[in-house]
C-alpha cells in the first residue's frame, strides 16, 4: 500500500510539472512550415535595428522616405579601441558594421547609401553580474559615418 501511495503522489508530480511546463513555453514551430519565414542571421540583425536605421537617413536628408530598406552587411566585427574613453562606464569594445542601405521608392530612381554603424552593449565583455538578468537593454546604435550614393 505505501508503494501504491508514493507511485501515486509520483505520478501526480510528474503531471503537474509537465503541465507547468507546457503552459509557460513557447510553441516550437518549423522553419519550413507555411507560417514561419527563413532568415539569416544577417535578416534578424537587420530587422532589430532597422527603426535605428530608418532614423539615421531622415537625419541625413532631413526628410522621410516612403522607402528606406536595409539590403546587405558589407562588414561586421567587434572593434576594441585602447583610447577610447572608458572613464564614463563605456568600454573601448563595441560591434561596428558596414550597411547597405536601399533609400527611395524602386520605382522613381532609388539611391543606395552605406553606413558605418556602432552597436554598443554594456553585455559585450563585462562582470558576471551584468547576465543577472535575461532583458536585452541597453543597447545603442550610433552613426560613425555616412555616404550617400555609394557605389561600388
Known sequence: MKKLIQLVFLSL???????????????????????AKYMTSEDILLALIEPKIEKIVQDQYKRKFSKVKPLKVMEAGMVYHPLADQSNGEGGIWFQIDVLILVGDIKKQP????????????????EDSQFASDKIKGITVELVEYKKGWTP
Not at 509537465?18 to 513557447?26: I, R
Request: glycine content about 6%.
Open 13 to 35: 508530480s510528474l503531471l503537474v510539472t509537465n503541465s507547468f511546463a507546457q503552459a509557460t513555453s513557447v510553441p516550437y514551430v518549423p522553419i519550413s512550415g507555411s507560417d
Open 111 to 126: 539611391k543606395i547609401d552605406r553606413a558605418v554603424l556602432k552597436i554598443d552593449a554594456p553585455y559585450i565583455v563585462g
